[in-house]
C-alpha cells in the first residue's frame, strides 16, 4: 500500500476509534474578519472550471470538464492513432493514445476522442478535444523520429483542415492527408454533435508558439502570428461547417512570453509598429479573430484558451520547489494565485523582475477580450501550482479554483501526472460529502480583512440564500487563526468540511451541534488549523432539514457521520491511540522529505 492511501486508510481508521472529540481556541494565535453578503455581486458561475486534463480523467475526481490535450496531440494521426512525443520524449513515434484506452475502442479512429466522449459521459463533465493544425502527424508507430525525417517524409502524413470532397466514416489511411473536418464528422456520426452528447469544444492544437521546440520534426520554424491566423481560421471554419454549435477554443498559449509577443514571433515586432494600440500579443490574436467572424458571417473563436505555471519562487530560489519544510517556500506557493487577480501582489520571479506589465493577468486579459472581441470566454486549458503530496497544493489549488470563478473563467483544467492534493481540492468545491453536493452555482460577495492569512469564497444556489457555503483558508505556517464571519442575515446551523496534512482528501468534520463552529445570529466563528483549507456549509435548515438535504436520513441525523478526523483529536482509546501513532508516523516522515 503506498503511502498516500495508508495515510488515507489511517485518517479513516482514526475516525472510526475516536470517541471524543472537541476544537481548541487559536492560542495566541491571529484572527480574521470575513463579511459576506448574499446579494451584492453575484456572478454565475461556470461548472466548467473544475476541469483536469486527460491524464487524470479516471481518477476519484469529481471534475466537470475533461480536456484531451498537450503536446502529444500536436502530431496525433485520428485515423490510425499514431502519435509523437516530440522532445518530451526524443520524437517517438508510437501507440501513447491507444495505451490509455479500454481495449475494445483501441482499433478503432479517434479513440483518444472517443475515450474522452465515454468519461465525460460518465462523469457528466465537459469533453474538449483538441485538433492539428501544425501541418503533420505521425504516419507510424515505428519509434523515434530523426532530424533526417521531419517533415515532410514518409514518417508523416500532412494534415489539412478541410477535405473538399465526400467524409468517409472509414477514413483512406493510405492516401498520406488526414483532414479535420472529415474527424469532426466520424465524431458527430459516432457519438452525437456538440449539443446532442458529443464533443462539445475543440481546441485549435497546442501552444503554437513552441512548436520549433517541441515538436520540431514537424515543424522547425518559429511560428508567425500570421500563419497562426491563417491557420486558426481555417480549422475554425472547417469545424464550424460540419458542427456549428461546437465552441472552438484557442490558441492554447503556453505563458506568458506567448501572451507578451507570442514568444518573440518573427513579424510580430512589425506587427506592433503598423497597430501601436495593441498592448500585447493577446490583443493581437483577438482583433484577427474579431475580423475574421465579420469576412465570415460568424463567430470563429468562442473561447480564448491561455495556459498559466507560476514562475513564482520561494526562498530557495527554485519555481514550484518541493520544500514543504520551509515556511519561505510554502509561502511563495500559498500566494502565488495571487497574481492572477491581486494588483498589490508582487511575487518573486523573472515577470516582475522584466516589469509584470500584464500582472494581475486575469483582468489585464479580460480588459482585451472587452475592448477587442466582446463576448469571448476565457479558458485556462492548463495550469498546476504543484506540491501533489502536500497540503500547500491543495490549498493553492482551492485558491485557483475561487479565483477562477471570481473572475468569470469558462473553462479550466488543470494539468498534472500527480495531483492527489490539487484533485482532493477539486471535491471540496463539486462533491464535499461524497453525495454530489458542491460549492454553489452562484458567487456573492465575501471579503476577507486579511488575504495574506486568509482567502475566502461565498457561493449560493441561485436566487436561494437559505444555505451559503463558505471556502476558506489559513495559509499561516504554524499558528492557528480565528474567523470571524459576518453574513448579511441570521443563520441556525454550520457544517464543516475540510482537508488538512493527514491526507489527500475531504473530511466531513462536523457541525455547530458538535462546537466545531459556532452559529450566532449573523455571525459564524470558526478556529482553524495552520495549513487547512476549509469548506463551511451555513444554512438555516434545522439539523434533520440539513441533513436530509446533504443525503443523509433524518435518523441518522444525530449522529456524526462526522467526526470523520477533527483538526484536534483527544480522548480516544488504546486502539485510536495506535492508529493515531501511525498517522504522527506519517507526517513526521513527509516532514523529512520537505
Not at 85 to 103: C, K, L, M, T, W
Not at 433 to 459: K, M, P, Q
Request: glycine fraction near 8%; charge should be negative; proline fraction near 3%.
Amino acid at each position: 500500500m503506498n503511502i498516500k492511501r495508508y495515510a488515507a486508510f489511517a485518517a479513516a481508521a482514526v475516525t472510526a476509534a475516536v470517541c471524543s472529540v472537541t476544537a481548541y481556541g487559536a492560542e495566541n494565535g491571529s484572527e480574521v474578519n470575513i463579511s459576506i453578503d448574499t446579494a451584492k455581486d453575484r456572478k454565475a458561475i461556470s461548472p466548467y472550471i473544475y476541469g483536469v486534463n486527460t491524464e487524470l480523467k479516471r481518477e476519484e475526481v469529481a471534475c466537470k470538464s475533461v480536456r484531451t490535450g498537450g503536446n502529444r496531440c500536436t502530431a496525433y494521426n485520428w485515423e490510425t492513432n499514431a502519435s509523437n512525443a516530440g522532445s518530451d520524449r526524443e520524437h517517438i513515434s508510437d501507440d501513447y493514445f491507444r495505451q490509455g484506452v479500454p481495449q475494445e475502442i483501441r482499433d478503432k479512429p479517434a479513440c483518444a476522442a472517443l475515450d474522452l466522449a465515454a468519461v465525460c459521459k460518465e462523469k457528466n463533465a465537459y469533453p474538449l478535444m483538441s485538433l492539428q493544425m501544425a501541418g503533420y502527424a505521425s504516419a507510424d508507430m515505428n519509434g523515434e523520429v530523426t532530424e533526417a525525417e521531419k517533415a515532410p517524409s514518409d514518417r508523416w502524413v500532412r494534415v489539412e483542415p478541410a477535405k473538399g470532397a465526400e467524409f468517409s466514416l472509414e477514413p483512406d489511411t493510405g492516401d498520406g492527408v488526414v483532414y479535420m473536418d472529415e474527424l469532426v464528422n466520424y465524431l458527430v456520426k459516432t457519438l452525437g454533435d456538440s449539443q446532442n452528447g458529443g464533443i462539445r469544444g475543440y481546441s485549435l492544437d497546442n501552444e503554437p508558439s513552441l512548436w520549433n521546440l517541441t515538436h520540431s520534426r514537424v515543424h522547425p520554424e518559429h511560428t508567425s502570428c500570421g500563419e497562426l491566423i491563417e491557420k486558426s481560421v481555417a480549422l475554425a471554419k472547417a469545424v464550424k461547417a460540419v458542427d456549428g454549435g461546437a465552441e472552438i477554443f484557442g490558441p492554447a498559449l503556453f505563458g506568458y512570453g506567448a501572451f507578451t509577443d507570442f514568444a518573440g514571433a518573427p513579424d510580430w515586432q512589425e506587427i506592433k509598429a503598423a497597430n501601436p494600440e495593441y498592448r500585447w500579443f493577446v490583443d493581437y490574436y483577438l482583433d484577427e479573430m474579431r475580423k475574421a467572424e465579420e469576412e465570415n458571417g460568424s463567430r470563429l473563436l468562442d473561447v480564448l484558451d491561455v495556459h498559466y505555471y507560476t514562475e513564482a519562487k520561494g526562498e530557495c530560489g527554485e519555481r514550484s520547489c518541493r520544500h514543504y519544510n520551509k515556511e519561505g517556500c510554502v509561502s511563495a506557493r500559498l500566494n502565488a494565485p495571487r497574481s492572477l487577480w491581486d494588483g498589490s501582489y508582487k511575487e518573486k520571479s523573472w515577470i516582475i523582475d522584466t516589469g509584470a506589465e500584464f500582472f494581475p493577468l486575469l483582468p489585464n486579459i479580460k480588459s482585451s477580450i472587452d475592448k477587442y472581441y466582446p463576448g469571448t470566454k476565457l479558458a485556462v486549458t492548463e495550469y498546476d501550482f504543484g506540491a501533489p503530496g502536500d497540503i500547500s497544493g491543495g490549498i493553492a489549488e482551492a485558491d485557483a479554483l475561487g479565483i477562477f470563478a471570481q473572475n468569470e473563467v469558462y473553462f479550466a483544467s488543470l494539468f498534472a501526472y500527480d495531483a492527489d492534493y490539487q484533485m482532493a481540492a477539486i471535491n471540496l468545491y463539486t462533491n464535499y460529502d461524497g453525495n454530489g453536493n458542491g460549492f454553489g452555482d452562484t458567487l456573492v460577495s465575501c471579503e476577507s480583512s486579511d488575504i495574506e492569512r486568509c482567502y475566502a469564497y461565498a457561493a449560493i444556489n441561485g436566487e436561494n440564500s437559505d444555505t451559503v457555503t463558505l471556502v476558506l483558508s489559513n495559509k499561516s505556517f504554524d499558528s492557528k487563526t480565528t474567523a470571524n464571519i459576518t453574513l448579511d442575515s441570521e443563520y441556525d446551523n454550520a457544517h464543516l468540511y475540510g482537508m488538512n496534512n493527514m491526507a489527500a482528501r475531504v473530511f466531513d468534520m462536523g457541525g455547530s451541534e458538535k462546537g466545531v463552529v459556532t452559529v450566532s445570529g449573523n455571525t459564524v466563528t470558526y478556529e482553524m488549523e495552520p495549513e487547512t483549507v476549509s469548506l463551511l456549509v451555513i444554512t438555516r435548515e434545522s439539523k434533520a432539514e440539513f441533513a436530509e438535504s446533504e443525503g443523509e436520513s433524518s435518523e441518522t441525523a444525530g449522529e456524526t457521520k462526522s467526526s470523520k478526523l477533527k483538526y484536534a483529536l483527544i480522548g480516544a482509546g488504546t486502539a485510536a491511540a495506535a492508529v493515531i501513532a501511525a498517522v504522527v508516523a506519517f507526517t513526521r516522515k513527509k516532514s523529512t522529505e520537505r
